[in-house]
């Protein structure tokens, strides 16, 4: 599990193609956070990669999260290949001519992240008419097409804190990723612009480069561009960290959990180390993403005000009808680290399977 709040996707298109699962652990070994699939079709580009049969081939090498970007003109047409293969995100340009909102449903109902890129000249804009539909909106700084070309700081300054402004409104998830020319002299402006995922090939595969450091450095260049130009120099909140919301008797926690996942925040319910309740079970802790923990408190507070009420209502009712099973049977409390990182930050926004 990674540190900071920046996420770091090794893009394999400029990595040595003829071993491409050693490259894929290489990256992994690096500390990159999720695999960019660049998926080429010669005709949305002029360059022809690889497709789905490479990807479900590759997809044993890694638990990493796979991250498809399709610039291929008919993505709905192969879309069930993509899913078949294992991407855990997959993300199709708005310039295709094909209807793109029944594919971006169809990538959401699989239960995987759903992405939206656009070439440098289209405006944002383009965007708008699918915001309910995307977890992902992909910034390309360069033409698509190759790897190794010069990063547009204009197209960058003028969409990536834009971008976030389409999911206004979202306590979690929804990711800006940034694609092309991105390396440590450019990590600091992207992720001072806000940017969660940088997608880097060249910067990570270049002969003689040690791609540990290039993440490492890249990362905390993010974040550091984050803290000073987005969070008053502080540093940013780690995408990763939980924190515990409240801590109730079990069905009350999970009436809660499920009122706060309808509104789209990951909760993980764990049995927690306080007190064990007069019908001995202990109660359980709703573990939650740090990022969210003002705007729950904001939306939530008064609910979780009331279900303490509701708990310490139904304690004093069994107690007053004598029941007391808390020295009965010691309930052991569940271990908070396991769970809360599978379910509660590391991977994309990917909706669950
Ligand atoms: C280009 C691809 C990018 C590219 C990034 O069309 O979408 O993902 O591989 O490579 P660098 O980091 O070298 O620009
Ligand atoms: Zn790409």
Same mark, same amino acid.
């Given at each position: 599990?990674?540190?900071?709040?920046?996420?770091?996707?090794?893009?394999?298109?400029?990595?040595?193609?003829?071993?491409?699962?050693?490259?894929?652990?290489?990256?992994?070994?690096?500390?990159?956070?999720?695999?960019?699939?660049?998926?080429?079709?010669?005709?949305?580009?002029?360059?022809?990669?690889?497709?789905?049969?490479?990807?479900?081939?590759?997809?044993?090498?890694?638990?990493?999260?796979?991250?498809?970007?399709?610039?291929?003109?008919?993505?709905?047409?192969?879309?069930?290949?993509?899913?078949?293969?294992?991407?855990?995100?997959?993300?199709?340009?708005?310039?295709?001519?094909?209807?793109?909102?029944?594919?971006?449903?169809?990538?959401?109902?699989?239960?995987?992240?759903?992405?939206?890129?656009?070439?440098?000249?289209?405006?944002?804009?383009?965007?708008?008419?699918?915001?309910?539909?995307?977890?992902?909106?992909?910034?390309?700084?360069?033409?698509?097409?190759?790897?190794?070309?010069?990063?547009?700081?204009?197209?960058?300054?003028?969409?990536?804190?834009?971008?976030?402004?389409?999911?206004?409104?979202?306590?979690?998830?929804?990711?800006?990723?940034?694609?092309?020319?991105?390396?440590?002299?450019?990590?600091?402006?992207?992720?001072?612009?806000?940017?969660?995922?940088?997608?880097?090939?060249?910067?990570?595969?270049?002969?003689?480069?040690?791609?540990? +450091?290039? $993440? =490492? %450095?890249? #990362? &905390?260049? /993010?974040?550091?561009?984050?803290?000073?130009?987005?969070?008053? *120099?502080? !540093?940013?909140?780690?995408?990763?960290?939980?924190? +515990?919301? $409240? =801590? %109730?008797? #079990? &069905?009350? /926690?999970?009436?809660?959990?499920?009122?706060?996942?309808?509104? *789209?925040? !990951?909760?993980?319910?764990?049995?927690?180390?306080?007190?064990?309740?007069?019908?001995?079970?202990?109660?359980?802790?709703?573990?939650?993403?740090?990022?969210?923990?003002?705007?729950?408190?904001?939306?939530?507070?008064?609910?979780?005000?009331?279900?303490?009420?509701?708990?310490?209502?139904?304690?004093?009712?069994?107690?007053?009808?004598?029941?007391?099973?808390?020295?009965?049977?010691?309930?052991?409390?569940?271990?908070?680290?396991?769970?809360?990182?599978?379910?509660?930050?590391?991977?994309?926004?990917?909706?669950?399977?």
């Amino acid at each position: 599990m990674s540190e900071g709040r920046a996420r770091i996707a090794a893009s394999i298109l400029n990595s040595d193609l003829a071993n491409l699962a050693r490259e894929v652990r290489r990256a992994e070994r690096a500390g990159a956070d999720r695999i960019h699939l660049d998926v080429m079709d010669a005709h949305f580009v002029p360059n022809l990669t690889f497709g789905a049969g490479t990807i479900k081939a590759l997809r044993p090498v890694t638990r990493r999260p796979f991250d498809a970007h399709l610039m291929i003109d008919e993505p709905g047409r192969y879309l069930d290949d993509y899913l078949e293969a294992g991407c855990d995100s997959i993300t199709v340009h708005v310039e295709v001519a094909e209807p793109i909102e029944p594919t971006l449903r169809r990538i959401r109902r699989a239960g995987r992240a759903a992405g939206l890129a656009l070439r440098p000249a289209t405006p944002l804009a383009a965007l708008e008419p699918y915001r309910g539909l995307l977890d992902i909106v992909l910034v390309m700084t360069v033409e698509p097409g190759f790897g190794g070309q010069q990063f547009m700081v204009d197209v960058a300054a003028a969409k990536i804190l834009p971008a976030r402004d389409l999911f206004a409104g979202r306590p979690w998830g929804g990711e800006v990723h940034v694609d092309g020319g991105v390396n440590r002299e450019t990590a600091e402006l992207v992720g001072g612009l806000g940017a969660d995922v940088l997608v880097a090939g060249t910067a990570l595969f270049t002969r003689g480069r040690d791609p540990a +450091r290039e $993440v =490492r %450095l890249m #990362r &905390a260049l /993010a974040d550091e561009g984050y803290a000073q130009q987005r969070n008053e *120099g502080r !540093p940013p909140i780690p995408r990763d960290a939980t924190c +515990r919301f $409240v =801590r %109730l008797p #079990r &069905a009350i /926690a999970e009436r809660l959990a499920g009122e706060i996942e309808a509104a *789209g925040v !990951p909760v993980v319910v764990l049995r927690g180390d306080g007190s064990i309740n007069p019908d001995g079970v202990r109660d359980h802790d709703l573990l939650v993403p740090r990022t969210t923990e003002a705007w729950l408190v904001e939306r939530f507070g008064p609910a979780r005000d009331a279900a303490l009420a509701e708990a310490e209502a139904w304690r004093a009712d069994l107690l007053g009808r004598g029941v007391d099973r808390s020295r009965d049977h010691p309930d052991q409390p569940e271990d908070p680290a396991r769970p809360a990182a599978e379910e509660a930050g590391g991977s994309p926004p990917a909706r669950r399977r």
